[in-house]
């Protein structure tokens, strides 16, 4: 089992950037596939991006392609969304997911394919 914790929201104006980190404890972080998700309030809960156990295969919502990077350090059981460019439109409660799987190099961008997710934390971008 891991246990996900996320944290770097905040508020933040139209333009700015964010990072947010997800730190996993537990079993090895590099056994994990991972991604992070969003909930606008009155929406469902929307992929943002996904990263494969290697680290060498992203894959991002449309609307966030060349403004968002996720990316993994195994050795501090991290993983990172860097949000630059940031939109009101992308406020929203972020969670990361953890993926158990065999495979190093797939992703998953269905929230009910993985395995644990962090509490989240809010992001707010003011116009």
């Known amino acids: 089992q891991v246990q996900l914790v996320e944290s770097g929201g905040g508020l933040v104006q139209a333009g700015g950037s964010l990072r947010l980190s997800c730190a996993a404890s537990?079993?090895?972080?590099?056994?994990?596939?991972m991604g992070w998700f969003r909930q606008a309030p009155g929406k469902e809960r929307e992929f943002v991006a996904a990263?494969?156990?290697?680290?060498?295969?992203?894959y991002y919502r449309g609307s966030v392609e060349g403004r968002f990077t996720i990316s993994g350090d195994n050795a501090k059981n991290t993983v990172y969304l860097q949000m630059n460019s940031l939109k009101p439109e992308d406020t929203a409660v972020y969670y990361c997911?953890?993926?158990?799987?065999?495979?190093?190099?797939?992703?998953?961008?269905?929230?009910?394919?993985?395995?644990?997710w962090g509490q989240g934390t809010q992001v707010t971008v003011s116009s």
């Open positions: 997911a953890a993926k158990d799987t065999p495979y190093r190099g797939r992703y998953y961008s269905n929230s009910y394919e993985y395995d644990y």
């Open positions: 990263i494969s156990r290697s680290g060498g295969i992203t």
């Open positions: 537990g079993r090895t972080f590099s056994t994990y596939a």
